[in-house]
């Protein structure tokens, strides 16, 4: 009987190295180098490509139960390592066999850093009247002009997967090699938490891009393939929910009317990591209703509990380097992220809820 990488003395101890250096992190606001080297080293980052490749790959529970207890470490390395394996995801689905193997065993061996900017093929800048980034086909490939928003860890990427938009319409996605002439990283912009991440947008300018890199399309919808969202976001907020209610499991001990708070949060924690365990092991793909149902209750309570924390923490938690502030700050990111209408839906109609009478 295989025992699960989670239940080892390995992952605890990562899952405490982690701790301590996330308590130093927000501070710096730098790249988090060191909780990185730490995830390669207790081989996490084989989890998500497969063993022709170099990798050690675990079950969908191992490895969102994982993300929960990262998160709960550390959100902003967790959060960089899902926009990894975002890009690593794309990059298996690829027909593109040759650039698979090599990317995903320099990917293996923590050779190359690879990370994803596609949002403005989903969500962000779709108002806008032409593409972000434009794809002009030419003899060898594609010229790609624009701006890439929103990606995680630019200024560290070898690789960033992304696309763009042919005139006739048609997307691609492709593996852009930032040593590329033409592409600039802008400076990250000042967020309210998560700044480690050095998130930033990414210009291009009339980068030339081989066939040679080509992970996907051209085709309507490139991203279609494969889906998006699942539950990795509610396992992140899972995870920031109960670093909260560890700190206030950690203030009951001083004051026992804080006790029945806890357990009641706790309580709420383990029914939510229940109903995720239960969608991983499903035999059947999941239902949008059940993901947005767990999303929304996940969301709830990661805001809830991290309110809790900054008041049973009083004035102290107030205080700007104190872990109930980060936690507090920490968990809004989980209204913006990746948050589809139902959830933006959800979130409002419980912040305006009515005083009942």
Known sequence: MNTSPLDTGAFAKLVSQ???????????????????????????????????????????TTKQLGYLELASACLTTTFILTQRNAAVSRI?????????????????????????????????????????????????????????????????????????????GLQILVALETSNDG?????????????????????????????ERLLLGPETQVLKAGGAGGVTTSALGLG??????????????KREELRPVAAHLRETLEVLKSDLIAITQSAVDPSKES????????????????????????GAGFLAGHPASRAIREAQFFLVWSCPQPVMAAALAEFACPTSK
């Open 18 to 60: 982690l701790r301590a250096v996330n308590a130093e992190l927000e501070q710096s606001e730098v790249w988090p180098a060191a909780a990185w080297k730490l995830l390669d080293e207790a081989g996490v980052l084989r989890w998500f490509l497969p063993e022709k490749h170099g990798g050690m790959p675990v079950d969908e």
């Open 183 to 211: 592409i600039t990283v802008q400076m990250p912009p000042r967020l309210l938490a998560l700044n480690e991440s050095r998130t930033s947008s990414v210009s291009l300018n009339e980068v030339r891009v081989s066939r």
């Open 92 to 168: 298996l689905l690829s027909n593109n066999e040759p650039l698979k193997k090599d990317l995903s065993q320099k990917l293996a061996r923590n050779q190359i850093f690879a990370t994803v900017g596609i949002s403005h093929l989903t969500t962000s800048r779709q108002h806008l009247a032409s593409p972000v980034v434009q794809a002009i086909p030419d003899d060898h490939g594609w010229i790609l002009t624009g701006e890439i928003p929103w990606v995680t860890g630019a200024e560290a990427a070898d690789v960033i997967v992304t696309g763009g938009v042919q005139p006739d």
């Open 240 to 253: 920031s929910a109960q670093k909260s209610i560890l700190g206030i499991a950690e203030e009951a001990e």
């Open 291 to 314: 993901l947005e149902t767990l999303r929304k209750q996940s969301n709830s309570l990661a805001l809830r509990s991290a309110q809790a924390y900054l008041t049973a923490c009083k």
